[in-house]
Structure formats: structure tokens, C-alpha cells
């Protein structure tokens, strides 16, 4: 299968700021990107989101929004507690027509930034520059499908992004994050959903998933390819914010970590 995604060249160069990790991310990026379109799984032409942190946020607000991305088109925020520190994380997201997504921009940059000196101090300490990508996020094409929404769409949903989670050890030769999936609440207490979710997702352990109501409506499953967080998959349907909020909280507090190697490898 040949490769159906994008991500953008010269990030630097047209975000206009010096990203010291860029180079690395990106390019692990297409590598897991390229295994994951030649082992069957559909990824959409641009990425889902991009996870930067910075500090003050300014220093990256401001250039993405001379290239076009509006900050906090979701009229939300999302706290997001790493590493037993406090961060804030609020969406710059793309507008309807915009020419980036040609390019392979992400539909949001989630602009994470700590909240007091302590979360600061943590951040800086790895050494992946100010601002940096901590992960990149690929959109999961979905099923054709005309349903706005309903157990018909999350079971579509679950068995699909069940289908890729099981597919990552073989592809990858690593054991995927949880498999968050929020969903509307009338769905999560419909009495099918309970009798047939086992059977949707796989029979996944207790231990490989998490469900969660969503916020506002619409469907959200995501996962990080590999436990740690860089590379992640998310599969979207009719949702009115960037993220889940229960989502956010439960991904930062126990999925990610701001050291990802760098001081480590440093050190040695």
C-alpha cells in the first residue's frame, strides 16, 4: 500500500522558529507512518495534532498564527498534568479551507505550557529546546459511513480502531498505550453496548482500554503507538472540541512523560 500521509518539510523554516527536535520527530514520524501505510492501516493525508511544548506560550501562538492556525477556535482549555507537574494545554487548530493541510500540517498544534516554576523547570531540564514537539499525532481515516452518530457508529468505530491496536506489535514489534475511547453518554448506557463491546473490540483486556464520556458529542479513540509517547493514532467523528478533557487529564497523567530519552542519552 503506498503511503497516504503528508507531513510537512521545512517546519522550522516556515514556522519561522527554531524547533531543536523537529528534525528527529518528523523523521521518526514518517518512519512509523510508513510501516503503519505499508501494513495496511489507512492514515489520513495530514496529521491528526502535533503535542509542543513552550514557554511563554507566545513564542509559538504567535507564529502559527501568522501561518494561519486560530488559538483556541475550540473555546477551550485542557489541563494536563505530566510528570506530577501542571501544564495547560490549548488548541491552535486549522480553518476549514486552509492550504497547509495540502502540505501535511496537523489539523491542531495542542500548545502545552507549564503553569508554575516547577513544571517549567521540569520542562527544560531534558534539553529538547523551547519550543519542541513532544509527540505527533496521525489521523485514523474512518469508515464511509452517513450516520451522524448512534451504537451503529461506535461500533463501526471500536472494531476499527480495535483492528489497528492489534495489528501494532505486529507492525511495530512494541505493545501500544490504552486505547482511550470517549463516546456519548447514551451510548455507554445502551444495553447492547455493554452486551457486545467485548466482542467489538477484540476481547482486549480490562488493562488495553479505558471508556469515557464524552464532553460536548461525538466520537473519540486514540492510543500512542508506542507506551511513552511519541508517535500516537487518534480516530475522530463529529466532535465540537480538539479534545476530551477526561482524556487529556488521564493520556498526560499516566501515558506521557516530558523526558523521552534526550537527557538520558545526553548524559551517556
Given amino acids: ?52 511544548f513552550t514557554d511563554p506560550p507566545r513564542l509559538l501562538n504567535g507564529p502559527l498564527k501568522r501561518i494561519g492556525y486560530i488559538a483556541g477556535a475550540d473555546n477551550r482549555c485542557y489541563p494536563s498534568p505530566v510528570d506530577g507537574c501542571d501544564y495547560i494545554n490549548v488548541a491552535a487548530s486549522l480553518p476549514p479551507h486552509s492550504h497547509l493541510r495540502k502540505q501535511g500540517w496537523p489539523e491542531h498544534v ?84 455493554s452486551r457486545n463491546f467485548g466482542e467489538w473490540t477484540g476481547n482486549l483486556s480490562p488493562e488495553q482500554y479505558q471508556l469515557q464520556e464524552m464532553e460536548g458529542s461525538g466520537y473519540l479513540l486514540q492510543f500512542f503507538v508506542f507506551r511513552g509517547g511519541k508517535i500516537e493514532v487518534a480516530l475522530r467523528h463529529h466532535t465540537r472540541q480538539t479534545f476530551n478533557p477526561k482524556s487529556v487529564h488521564k493520556i498526560s497523567a499516566d501515558e506521557l512523560s516530558v523526558d523521552q530519552g534526550a537527557a538520558i542519552a545526553e548524559a551517556n
Avoid at 522550522?12 to 514520524?29: C, D, F, M, S
Avoid at 514518517?30 to 501494513?39: F, H, M, Y
Avoid at 520542562?123 to 469508515?143: L, V
Fill in 1 to 52: 500500500m503506498a503511503n497516504s500521509f503528508l507531513l510537512p518539510d521545512d517546519f522550522e523554516q516556515n514556522l519561522g522558529i527554531p524547533v531543536k527536535n523537529a528534525h528527529e520527530r518528523l523523521a521518526e514520524a514518517r518512519e512509523i507512518g510508513s510501516k503503519l501505510a505499508e501494513g495496511g492501516i489507512h492514515l489520513k493525508a495530514n496529521p491528526d495534532h502535533f503535542a509542543m
Fill in 110 to 193: 495542542a500548545v502545552v505550557h507549564p503553569v508554575d516554576d516547577a513544571a517549567c523547570a521540569r520542562m527544560f531540564e531534558q534539553g529538547y529546546g523551547n519550543p519542541f514537539i513532544h509527540h505527533i499525532t496521525f489521523g485514523i481515516a474512518p469508515s464511509e459511513s452517513d450516520e451522524p452518530g448512534g451504537i451503529g457508529v461506535a461500533e463501526r468505530m471500536i472494531r476499527q480502531m480495535s483492528a489497528v491496536y492489534h495489528r501494532i506489535p505486529v507492525l511495530l514489534g512494541q505493545s501500544p498505550g490504552t486505547l482511550i475511547m470517549a463516546l456519548p453518554a447514551e451510548v455507554l448506557s445502551a444495553p447492547e453496548f
